[in-house]
């Protein structure tokens, strides 16, 4: 497949001893402003190292960029409305439902509230919607409604190129790379849900995992809380640690201990291994049954699946949830192909040109957390051994992204920079994130804004990008025309 190519924001013109030299300044830089994590290598909790990250900011289109920003607040409000839409929802999961144990667990909480009738109407959203460019258009990838990550880190991430092209002499350049306060937006609305409540003693509940990894970037946000409003108090937990701590109260308040939750903030449980027995599922559904703010609420955990991005994608389900003409268009416009593998013969055709042609398609499982998609030779087997299955309709299909290459070079903790003494950049490819905060209920919006971004870019011969398993690096755009 043939791709484009974009010029880098500089060319870096160094000796050895030069590039070496603004390296190891750039990785002290990094350490020293949190763009750093705990390995799962060698783990301790009392050490961190450098997050792999670009020496440079990627060249990104202003007129791509602008556009994905100008539609988030759309994005917002669609899956506001997707997630209050119960025949949408339950429609669009069937098949997902009977084929996926994780979803179904999923919707049996949501299904057991909607009935119970919700003790919260109120939600919050902090999403982030992920886009490649490919043939000059923006592509949506997905959007993540639960755990949206690294605002904190992207907010740091965009200083240090202004930093290191200051380094470099070309002060000139800063101007290009845009202002972005993704984790103090993220946190207003996490600070205006609990004002909302109305509780002066009321705490927000971080849910992590049994070990964080990603620490920098989940305590960004907690620090942030406190520095915007000393009053709030964050505690920590993971859902086994709730197992024992967590009840509801007489008129159904979540305490922990002796506090009451205000707020209710996932960066877990999306992913199955977050519930290794039934007790965190029991857990989960306390949460939900609670009159604490839930960020995200079931609802929108399911609006984000996958499944649901399809169903959104096809034919005029839009028209369902947005009323503007103009709207519905833009919307439309940065959807990539999207298919479902239901049992029709619509859908045995899309899955006879996917094992044809497998280099031209993505195939999704309804999961979270990166790492989880089947490419090329995999991909076309993966179909083969489940064409007759069930199974099947557990995943989706995607047109695959070919974005344009350019070079840069990616830092690493573990790498040194010279190991195959080569001064060249190597080619990469990223995609870009931005992140949304909605606040609202069935009835109202209450709060509704673009908040940020992030870069996030890999080696270009790289199928999966995470950044915390080192494929991936953070990055920042660098606006060119």
Known sequence: ???????????????????????????????????????????????????????????????????????????????????????????????????????????????????????????????????????????QVELNTIASSFAGVA???????????????????????????????????????????GNAEGIILFVVENITYNICDQRFHEFEIRRSNPYIKVIRRSLKDLISEAKLGCDKELIIGDQVVSVVYF????????????????????????????????QYHLAGSKKIQQCLAHSNALDMFLNENNTIKEVKEVFAGLYSLEFNEEEEIIIEKAILEPEKYVLKPQREGGGNNVYNKDLKQHLESMKSSAERTAWILMDRLYPPVQKNYIVRAENEPFENHSLSFSDVVSELGIYGVIIGDNDVILYNKEVGHVLRTKASNENEGGIAAGIGAIDSPYLIN
Request: aromatic share 10%; proline share 4%.
């Open 267 to 298: 960066r877990s449980g999306y992913e199955v291994e977050a519930y290794p027995t039934e007790q965190e599922w029991s857990v989960r559904l306390l949460i939900e049954r609670s009159r604490a703010i839930k960020c995200p609420s079931i």
């Open 1 to 139: 497949m043939e791709v484009s190519q974009l010029q880098p924001c500089i060319q870096l013109q160094l000796s050895n001893e030069e590039l070496q030299d603004v390296i190891n300044k750039a990785k002290d830089w990094a350490l020293m402003h949190g763009i750093s994590f705990r390995p799962k290598k060698g783990f301790n909790k009392n050490q961190v190292q450098i997050l792999p990250f670009t020496l440079l900011p990627s060249s990104f289109p202003r007129k791509n960029f602008e556009k994905a920003k100008s539609i988030q607040v759309v994005l917002n409000e669609l899956i506001l409305k997707v997630a209050h839409n119960n025949s949408f929802l339950t429609q669009s999961l069937k098949s997902t439902i009977d084929a996926d144990p994780f979803i179904a667990k999923l919707f049996n909480i949501y299904e057991t509230v909607y009935k119970e009738g919700f003790s919260q109407t109120i939600s919050v959203g902090l999403f982030r919607s992920d886009y490649m460019l490919h043939e000059n258009q923006m592509k």
């Open 155 to 197: 907010t740091v991430t965009s200083e240090y190129h202004k930093y290191i092209l200051s380094e470099l002499g070309h002060l000139d350049k800063i101007k290009n790379i845009p202002e972005n306060n993704s984790i103090t937006g993220l946190c207003e609305g996490l600070t205006y849900a609990w004002q909302l409540y």
